[in-house]
């Protein structure tokens, strides 16, 4: 275990962990967005950054993705930082004045009135979850395109995502739920995707539960008995 100090606490993080995860892990809360568990951390929304002072020498750098190393301190509440985290979310609140999350995070950051222009869009460029599609589900479905004010987490080339399956994951991991899924009849749409499948019945209860696409590319990879996704998971457990 490698020991360091946050705000004054001394933890310890494991080889190759990351500031944000010990420090959530003891309690520390560091305002995030993009950051989730179960992928590799981007640093994309800013909102976790810290200051790092080690051998004498202090900078400012985000936590989700900055190794824990022995002997430094972090500080998580400094002028600087809580100054910086102000206008980050303000930036990303003039982006999208709509998102509710945004405004509650301003709120507790003392952030009320924001200076820069009003957009209109409500996705805050996080690509989280492009990130789990790729790196948890395997789809490759979603993917950044264009850049500047324009820029946009769209299906390739903008057409239909006809590799998504329809998990769901991306709706999940969204921190700001703008994603959306419905189940309709025997049908699942991925609302932001355009994305629409058929569901499949379950042969004991007859409730539809999954799409069939999606248990087609399970199949084809776990390789379990063919029967095995005729059954939902409530009646086979």
């Not at 324009?150 to 994603?179: D, K, Q, S």
């Not at 049908?187 to 087609?216: D, H, S």
Request: charged share 30%; hydrophobic share 40%.
């Amino acid at each position: 275990m490698i020991p360091f100090i946050i705000d004054g606490q001394s933890v310890e993080g494991k080889e190759g962990a990351h500031i944000l995860e010990v420090a959530l892990d003891a309690g520390i809360e560091i305002p995030h967005l993009c950051y989730n568990e179960s992928v590799k951390p981007y640093g994309a929304c800013r909102l976790c950054l810290v200051e790092v002072t080690r051998k004498g020498r202090t900078r400012m750098t985000t936590s989700c993705n900055h190794p824990v190393m022995e002997g430094m301190e972090v500080f998580t509440k400094s002028e600087k930082v809580l100054r910086a985290r102000r206008m980050i979310i303000e930036l990303l609140l003039g982006m999208c004045p709509g998102d509710k999350l945004l405004q509650e995070m301003a709120a507790d950051m003392g952030v009320y009135d924001v200076r820069f222009k009003k957009g209109e869009k409500d996705c805050i460029l996080c690509g989280l979850c492009a990130r789990v599609c790729d790196e948890v589900v395997g789809a490759h479905a979603i993917q950044f395109a264009s850049r500047g004010d324009r820029r946009e987490m769209v299906p390739p080339f903008g057409e239909e995502a006809t590799n998504c399956i329809a998990c769901g994951a991306c709706v999940v991991a969204c921190p700001v739920n703008v994603v959306g899924m419905k189940d309709e009849g025997d049908e699942r749409t991925i609302v932001r995707w355009k994305r629409t499948l058929k569901m499949k019945q379950c042969k004991v209860c007859g409730n539809y539960f999954a799409p069939w696409f999606q248990l087609e590319k399970f199949r084809e990879k776990a390789k379990l008995p063919k029967d095995f996704y005729d059954t939902c998971f409530t009646c086979r457990s």
